[in-house]
């Protein structure tokens, strides 16, 4: 047997190996889930970490679960003028406790909106006092007027 074709065999035999080793993990991990799934059927008040209410996101709340069956939490996003509201509640909350939550989060953010206005840079925008502002706009026609001015001439010549 050549080099080559002694190396080509222990690459399978270690690739056949890593196979092996990947589906034993696929195989504990599904074994490992299924064991979650039926403890939280027998006992779902000891998997309920929402039962307290709603949980502001970055506080313990988990993303979506990946177990089949009726959940126990729901996931609320409310879109505002000032951004998006977020928080999971129980699924025995009522709409009282959802609006409880909604004015309150409001009353929050209305209260750091009368905070003083910062610059803020993202996206290649900054926002800025009204004059500045002005002055950037009539600068900025003065721009869009030079250019259709040179753009007009450069045709000219080249009719």
């Not at 080099?3 to 034993?24: G, P, V």
């Not at 490992?32 to 039926?38: A, G, L, P």
């Not at 502002?133 to 007027?145: D, I, W, Y």
Request: aromatic fraction near 2%.
């Amino acid at each position: 047997m050549s080099n080559k074709a002694a190396e080509l065999k222990a690459l399978r035999r270690q690739d056949d190996t890593e196979r092996r080793r990947i589906l034993s993990q696929l195989a504990e991990d599904k074994a490992e889930r299924e064991q979650r799934r039926q403890a939280a059927v027998q006992d779902p008040a000891a998997q309920d970490p929402a039962a307290q209410g709603p949980t502001p996101p970055g506080k313990g709340a988990a993303g979506p679960s990946s177990t089949a069956g009726p959940s126990t939490t729901t996931a609320l996003l409310v879109r505002t003028a000032e951004g998006a509201l977020r928080a999971s509640f129980s699924a025995d909350s009522t709409l009282l406790d959802v609006r409880a939550w909604v004015d309150e989060s409001c009353r929050v953010t209305a209260a750091s909106a009368m905070s003083p206005p910062r610059p803020v840079v993202g996206g290649g925008r900054v926002l800025v006092s009204t004059e500045q502002t002005e002055a950037l706009r009539a600068g900025r026609e003065f721009f869009e007027q030079q250019t259709a001015r040179m753009r007009e001439e450069a045709r000219s010549v080249l009719d």
